[in-house]
């Protein structure tokens, strides 16, 4: 192929996932898909291998990557099924992160995948949100290993009704149908826009084309990494705590960059811990994947050939590389932040005018809702929350955004007032709480929100303890903090809260860069 060919190629599978993603937005009933955009669309070759993807949730993505070829080979596909996956230990993220793929065929022949992973604030854990402060897996929710939710083109009834409930009238049912039928939807979509790929330009020609750009991503790839001087970068960052009693967590990498690529290695890393910031290696291979794909060029394809130069290893039962039955609702979204800390404190050291200093390191979770009573019917809401960016040679950074393994937006006012027993009483930047230095870190935000009703609450968030550093003489950004009522919360915890209650989510800031004249 040409250099145009190969360009209109990848920009035709590029657009088929944000078509996907389009209409699953679009399509979906919770505000956690269709306003925060909680969701990830890519399409794969018949190996399970990356073949293109839309930009949208970093570890949603990396974990797809990593790990889609376990569940392709174990399942015998045929025309118009579709599997439902959640299980983080085979190549899941956690429990609310539900994946949906489909087989695509040209002229009745496997040629790839399409697949969409979208978060449920209700997968059937105790605690509404289903994101506990837990101590196994068990505890998370529902757990779905790879099961047909769609047999010929037909939605298997037993499946809907086990992942959603019979009861038609309940919001929290009503919601999960509406978004798992978005789901099918936007893998229908991507599986007739792929079939019409293949069938225009021939099976054959399409594997190639396929192959070309596998090629041409990876040379991009190695160009970029060329930029890191060979040799062996070491960091090492902490967890503030499980919320089960163990703290200073600590999280280390070792970076060998030698002509052969880059060596991502996690030993050193504490053993997996009681609570849920463990999480599987599929994981710690996205945080990995994204902070070294944020040394190549905007053009770079994101298929398998990026990957090809990284290679990812942990030792097996450490924190970043736990072992079933260990819980993991926060190391999604947690711990995959701060690996992505760690791996950019490594590279730092060699590349410091490229790399920035750290942000405010947390999703900062809140998951709250209440169960069913004769007053109000059960809900279930999760949001994630934003804060300072860490600033660079080149820049500030920014405030108030979602940073790194998290694309999300915030869910507007509006559509929380309009769906939950709650009223947002103040939403703005966190003023000064970004770090000072020659470039400022960026602020984080504080978000306020009064109850309307009595509600189980839960946080799981990070940078209380342990902030966000600075980079070159530049000063960290400021811990964020939880507070209920005025007074301090935990990082992670889980209360009942009265009518009234008011909590108040201050997010850590960015670190700044360099040193401040």
């Given at each position: 192929?040409?250099?145009?060919?190969?360009?209109?190629?990848?920009?035709?599978?590029?657009?088929?996932?944000?078509?996907?993603?389009?209409?699953?937005?679009?399509?979906?009933?919770?505000?956690?898909?269709?306003?925060?955009?909680?969701?990830?669309?890519?399409?794969?070759?018949?190996?399970?291998?990356?073949?293109?993807?839309?930009?949208?949730?970093?570890?949603?993505?990396?974990?797809?990557?990593?790990?889609?070829?376990?569940?392709?080979?174990?399942?015998?596909?045929?025309?118009?099924?579709?599997?439902?996956?959640?299980?983080?230990?085979?190549?899941?993220?956690?429990?609310?992160?539900?994946?949906?793929?489909?087989?695509?065929?040209?002229?009745?022949?496997?040629?790839?995948?399409?697949?969409?992973?979208?978060?449920?604030?209700?997968?059937?854990?105790?605690?509404?949100?289903?994101m506990?402060?837990?101590?196994?897996?068990?505890?998370?929710?529902?757990?779905?290993?790879?099961?047909?939710l769609?047999?010929?083109?037909?939605?298997?009834?037993?499946?809907?009704?086990?992942?959603?409930?019979?009861?038609?009238?309940?919001?929290?049912?009503?919601?999960?149908?509406?978004?798992?039928?978005?789901?099918?939807?936007?893998?229908?979509?991507?599986?007739?826009?792929?079939?019409?790929?293949?069938?225009?330009?021939?099976?054959?020609?399409?594997m190639?084309?396929?192959?070309?750009?596998?090629?041409?991503?990876?040379r991009?790839?190695?160009?970029?990494?060329?930029?890191?001087?060979?040799?062996?970068?070491?960091?090492?960052?902490?967890?503030?705590?499980?919320?089960?009693?163990?703290s200073?967590?600590?999280?280390?990498?070792?970076?060998?960059?030698?002509?052969?690529?880059?060596?991502?290695?996690?030993?050193?890393?504490?053993?997996?811990?009681?609570?849920?910031?463990?999480?599987?290696?599929?994981?710690?291979?996205?945080?990995?994947?994204?902070?070294?794909?944020?040394?190549?060029?905007?053009?770079?394809?994101?298929?398998?050939?990026?990957?090809?130069?990284?290679?990812?290893?942990?030792?097996?039962?450490?924190?970043?590389?736990?072992?079933?039955?260990?819980?993991?609702?926060?190391?999604?979204?947690?711990?995959?932040?701060?690996?992505?800390?760690?791996?950019?404190?490594?590279?730092?050291?060699t590349?410091?005018?490229?790399?920035?200093?750290?942000?405010?390191?947390?999703?900062?979770?809140?998951?709250?809702?209440?169960?069913?009573?004769?007053?109000?019917?059960?809900?279930?809401?999760?949001?994630?929350?934003?804060?300072?960016?860490?600033?660079?040679?080149?820049?500030?950074?920014?405030?108030?955004?979602?940073?790194?393994?998290?694309?999300?937006?915030?869910?507007?006012?509006?559509?929380?007032?309009?769906?939950?027993?709650?009223?947002?009483?103040?939403?703005?930047?966190?003023?000064?709480?970004?770090?000072?230095g020659?470039?400022?870190?960026?602020?984080?935000?504080?978000?306020?929100?009064?109850?309307?009703?009595?509600?189980?609450?839960?946080?799981?968030?990070?940078?209380?303890?342990?902030?966000?550093?600075g980079?070159?003489?530049?000063?960290?950004?400021?811990?964020?903090?939880?507070?209920l009522?005025?007074?301090?919360?935990?990082?992670?915890?889980a209360?009942?809260?009265?009518?009234?209650?008011?909590?108040?989510?201050?997010?850590?800031?960015?670190?700044?860069?360099?040193?401040?004249?």
């Amino acid at each position: 192929m040409n250099a145009i060919e190969l360009s209109v190629f990848a920009s035709r599978l590029s657009a088929i996932c944000e078509e996907m993603g389009a209409l699953l937005k679009c399509a979906a009933f919770s505000p956690n898909i269709k306003d925060r955009l909680d969701f990830s669309c890519a399409l794969f070759d018949p190996d399970g291998q990356l073949a293109a993807q839309a930009a949208h949730i970093p570890v949603h993505l990396g974990s797809m990557a990593y790990a889609m070829a376990d569940i392709v080979e174990s399942h015998p596909w045929q025309p118009g099924d579709m599997l439902v996956v959640n299980d983080p230990y085979l190549g899941g993220t956690h429990l609310p992160d539900v994946t949906v793929i489909a087989p695509v065929y040209g002229f009745e022949q496997l040629v790839g995948f399409a697949a969409n992973r979208a978060h449920h604030a209700n997968i059937g854990a105790s605690e509404p949100g289903s994101m506990p402060v837990s101590t196994c897996l068990q505890e998370e929710g529902e757990i779905i290993p790879p099961t047909l939710l769609v047999r010929r083109d037909e939605v298997v009834s037993d499946v809907m009704n086990r992942l959603c409930g019979t009861d038609s009238q309940a919001t929290h049912s009503i919601q999960a149908r509406g978004d798992f039928a978005a789901q099918i939807s936007a893998c229908r979509l991507g599986a007739d826009r792929l079939t019409e790929q293949v069938e225009a330009l021939g099976v054959a020609s399409y594997m190639t084309s396929l192959r070309a750009l596998n090629d041409y991503a990876e040379r991009l790839a190695r160009h970029a990494l060329s930029v890191i001087p060979q040799g062996r970068y070491r960091f090492r960052d902490y967890m503030d705590d499980d919320g089960l009693g163990q703290s200073d967590i600590e999280i280390a990498v070792t970076i060998d960059v030698s002509e052969r690529g880059v060596a991502v290695d996690f030993t050193g890393t504490s053993g997996q811990v009681s609570g849920n910031i463990n999480c599987p290696l599929s994981v710690a291979a996205a945080a990995a994947f994204y902070a070294l794909r944020c040394l190549m060029p905007p053009q770079t394809p994101a298929c398998a050939g990026t990957f090809r130069p990284i290679q990812i290893t942990a030792p097996i039962g450490c924190l970043v590389n736990a072992q079933r039955p260990a819980a993991v609702a926060a190391g999604n979204v947690e711990t995959s932040t701060r690996m992505v800390d760690v791996v950019l404190g490594a590279l730092a050291q060699t590349l410091p005018e490229l790399i920035p200093a750290a942000s405010t390191g947390s999703m900062n979770n809140v998951a709250m809702g209440a169960h069913a009573t004769a007053q109000q019917p059960r809900w279930d809401y999760y949001e994630t929350n934003g804060g300072g960016m860490g600033a660079g040679k080149n820049g500030g950074g920014l405030s108030g955004v979602q940073t790194h393994m998290t694309n999300t937006l915030n869910t507007p006012i509006e559509s929380l007032e309009q769906h939950y027993p709650l009223r947002v009483t103040r939403y703005q930047l966190r003023r000064g709480s970004g770090g000072k230095g020659k470039v400022c870190g960026g602020d984080g935000l504080i978000r306020e929100y009064q109850f309307l009703a009595p509600t189980r609450l839960t946080l799981l968030t990070e940078r209380r303890s342990y902030t966000p550093w600075g980079l070159m003489g530049g000063e960290p950004g400021a811990a964020g903090e939880n507070l209920l009522n005025g007074e301090l919360l935990p990082a992670k915890i889980a209360i009942d809260v009265a009518t009234g209650d008011v909590l108040t989510l201050a997010t850590a800031g960015g670190g700044g860069w360099g040193k401040a004249s």
